[in-house]
C-alpha cells in the first residue's frame, strides 16, 4: 500500500509527464498539419492541461490533509 506521500508524488509526476506531453502536441503540431487536425490536437492538449490542472489540486489537497493530520494530536487520547 502506498503512502500519501507516494501518492502525492506520482500525482505530481503524473502532471509533469501530462504537461510535457501537452507541450509537445502543441509545439510539434503547428505548421505540419491540416487545420482540422491542429485543432483536434489542440482540444487533446488542452483536455490534457485540465488534468493535468486537477492531478495538481488533488496532489496539493492530499498535502494540506497529511499536513493537518501530523500536526494534529487526536481528539481523544484513550478508547472508551
Known amino acids: 500500500m502506498r503512502t500519501v506521500e507516494q501518492l502525492v508524488e506520482c500525482y505530481e509526476r503524473w502532471a509533469s509527464d501530462g504537461e510535457a506531453l501537452a507541450n509537445r502536441i502543441i509545439t510539434g503540431g503547428i505548421g505540419t498539419a491540416s487545420a482540422s487536425l491542429q485543432r483536434t ?8 492541461l485540465e488534468e493535468v490542472r486537477l492531478l495538481r489540486e488533488d496532489a496539493a489537497r492530499l498535502r494540506d490533509i497529511w499536513s493537518l493530520r501530523r500536526f494534529h494530536p487526536p481528539l481523544r487520547t484513550t478508547d472508551v
Open 41 to 48: 490536437q489542440r482540444e487533446s492538449a488542452e483536455t490534457l
